[in-house]
């Protein structure tokens, strides 16, 4: 048996003439916290609903745990999902929400109710089981949500935007709370954002989806040093991407390359082995901790600079409308491919 | 701060001043006067001519109503409660529930799964077709689908045409020999009153159920199904108890429409009489009112009563 809990083969699901999955082919971990990110519309949903059993493949295999599943129900599958608007069950008490999963395997009341009771204590929801879910914050919701999908011990739970309700306090609250739950029950997370924060944070290794595709898995970490495609350096942090004539006569290839805001500094003049360009400082943002600039080179390309407030002399850094240099180490180039996207 | 040139915005159109516009303004400020002028005419109505008259019928079924004179006068008796318990006005009472009872489950029966691929499955042009075919029947005149019903299920008629060809007619037959069922032939029987009844009903059970079943969120099934809920026990854990208020809504409808009947106990079925043929004698050919309205307080109570058991079973906590 393989150790992969969810394996992904060149499965595709069309509606008429959209391809909504494109022949994705993925395997996730058994344990693995694995995100899939991209924007609406990239089919990263649509994976998900295939691997819950909500939708069946048009082609291709879907294996969990090295059982194929394309074909079976949801409810013949070893897997549970958190819905994104929690859809819990609103004529039923929160213990009952939670203990469903039992009682449609007809364990006795006194049993699931225990075991339900145990598992909002586990979401830190002890004391809530009377409760209509209407009666409930949107967080507390999530949290019954999450301790409905655990209580029939799945060896993967899937997470389709969980957090998308929420707002930013909470979001990042629950981000910390899920992350420290996968690492206490060992179980596979897969999990469905379109926050690039968010699925860095969080995961193991991320699968970034574009129209139906998917660019790049990697770690957190590669993705963002180490895009493979355009579409990837753009979506996941903020990249500059220099593209065509200027990318020729920088770097001596018809490739696209992106390089970091951060890793861009204003220079006063071509200094040493650094690749620099000139341009006119067009938009300056401050963002607390750093501010962005905005500088619109040569192809009408418009390139950012992120620097830390306070390490530079305000008085030396450039102002709006002033042509200036910018320049970074050649070692900060990544170089790309066109992708899907 | 500097602005780029030729960004100059332009002056924001001012409203124009008026009568309406001042009207509108001091609306939207007050809004109990908007309240009070937007409820006047339909609590007027309700108030005065819907539930007044009900009282007034409920006062009435108190007076007394004099056998000799034929005339009614004011003075107040429990008479004609005491008169309902009689055997022949108490066996109209039961005729009629039991009637309107097999009514309202076969409707629930056979329109539960059609209002059900109406709110989850058909869409287009099907739902169009759905809506229509459901509707259509009540664009007729119910007299004239009455009466026809009474040519169709006749001796002779497309319904006996049918048995016959397909060789079913001891079956009918056998059917129709029985107690409390048959009848000489299915227009004079019950079961061809009981067929007549859900045919015109009908509807009023589908388009309630559907509308209940539109309002529970798919996702809701997809997580019952992802629990591990097989389909039949989704249906019974988390549709059909959200999608029950839909059901009461609609049997409220088919049971009342059925006990205050008096025209398809006419035209079809066995004789014996109904309580609204009862209200109507009472009241059109003999002048009892007060005996009328008491027959008429039956359905009112029984509804009541029924309304009642349904939420105590819980038919409303989905609401």
């Not at chain 1, 959209?18 to 995100?35: P, R």
């Not at chain 2, 107040?76 to 009637?99: K, V």
Request: aromatic fraction near 10%; hydrophobic fraction near 45%; glycine fraction near 10%.
């Amino acid at each position: 048996m393989s150790s992969f809990a969810v394996e992904l083969k060149h499965v595709s699901r069309h509606y008429g003439a959209v391809k909504a999955v494109d022949g994705v082919s993925l395997s996730i971990q058994d344990g693995e916290f694995f995100s899939m990110l991209g924007p609406s519309g990239s089919g990263k949903t649509t994976c998900l609903r295939l691997i819950a059993g909500f939708e069946q493949p048009t082609s291709g295999s879907i294996l969990l745990h090295g059982q194929e599943a394309a074909g079976l129900p949801p409810y013949e599958r070893d897997v549970n999902t958190v819905f994104q608007d929690y859809a819990l069950f609103p004529h039923m008490s929160v213990l009952d929400n939670v203990a469903y999963g039992l009682m449609v395997k007809g364990v006795a009341k006194a049993t699931r109710h225990k075991e339900a009771e145990a598992a909002l204590e586990l979401v830190a929801l002890a004391g809530f089981g009377s409760r209509r879910p209407g009666q409930l914050s949107g967080g507390q919701r999530q949290r019954v949500a999450l301790a409905r999908a655990l209580i029939n011990k799945p060896r993967v739970l899937l997470l389709d935007e969980p957090l998308g309700a929420l707002d930013l306090k909470l979001r990042e609250q629950m981000q910390t709370e899920l992350k420290s739950l996968q690492r206490r029950l060992g179980i596979t997370f897969v999990y469905v954002t379109h926050d690039q924060g968010e699925a860095l944070s969080m995961s193991d290794r991320v699968a970034v989806f574009s129209q139906g595709r998917i660019e790049q898995v990697d770690s957190p970490r590669n993705l963002y040093t180490r895009p493979k495609t355009v579409f990837v350096a753009g979506f996941v942090g903020t990249a500059n991407v220099v593209k065509g004539e200027l990318a020729r006569r920088l770097t001596g290839s018809e490739r696209p390359f992106s390089v970091r805001p951060e890793h861009v500094r204003f220079a006063t003049s071509a200094e040493g082995n650094r690749v620099s360009v000139e341009g006119q400082l067009v938009e300056v943002q401050y963002h607390g901790a750093t501010s962005r600039y905005e500088v619109r080179v040569e192809g009408n390309q418009v390139l950012t600079v992120s620097l830390l407030n306070g390490e530079a002399d305000e008085a030396s850094l450039p102002r709006r409308g002033e042509t200036v240099r910018v320049a970074w180490a050649p070692e900060a180039m990544v170089q790309l491919e066109q992708g899907g996207g | 701060m500097d602005t780029l040139p030729g960004m100059a915005l332009p002056a924001p159109a001012r409203p124009r001043a008026g009568l309406a516009r001042t009207v509108a303004n001091v609306l939207y400020r007050r809004r109990t006067l908007y309240l009070l002028l937007l409820l006047t005419p339909p609590l007027l109505w309700f108030g005065v001519v819907y539930l007044g008259s009900l009282l007034s019928l409920l006062v009435q079924s108190f007076y007394t109503f004099d056998d000799f004179t034929m005339g009614v006068t004011p003075e107040l008796t429990w008479a004609n409660y005491q008169a309902l318990l009689d055997a022949a006005n108490h066996d109209i009472i039961l005729r009629t529930l039991a009637m309107a009872g097999s009514v309202t489950v076969a409707s629930a029966v056979l329109g539960f799964p059609v209002a059900y691929y109406m709110a989850r499955y058909a869409t287009g042009w099907r739902k169009g077709f759905f809506y229509i075919a459901v509707m259509l029947p009540m664009w007729a005149s119910y007299i004239v689908k009455a009466y026809s019903w009474t040519v169709i299920l006749s001796k002779g008629g497309i319904i006996y045409w049918m048995v016959e060809r397909l060789g079913l007619l001891p079956a009918l037959e056998w059917a129709l020999a029985l107690p409390g069922v048959g009848g000489s032939s299915l227009s004079t029987s019950n079961l061809g009153r009981f067929l007549v009844f859900t045919y015109v009903w009908l509807p009023f059970m589908i388009l309630p159920i559907q509308a209940a079943i539109e309002r529970v969120p798919g996702n809701l099934l997809q997580a019952a199904a992802d629990l591990g809920a097989r389909p039949a026990q989704s249906f019974r854990t988390v549709l059909l108890p959200l999608a029950f208020p839909g059901v009461v809504a609609g049997s409220i409808f088919t049971f009342s429409l059925t006990l205050g009947d008096y025209i398809i106990p006419q035209l079809v079925g066995p004789p014996g009489l109904f309580i609204g043929n009862m209200v109507y004698t009472m009241q059109g050919s003999i002048g009892n009112i007060p005996m009328a309205a008491s027959f008429t307080v039956v359905p009112i109570v029984i509804i009541g009563i029924y309304l009642t058991v349904a939420r105590r079973l819980g038919a409303f906590d989905a609401l």
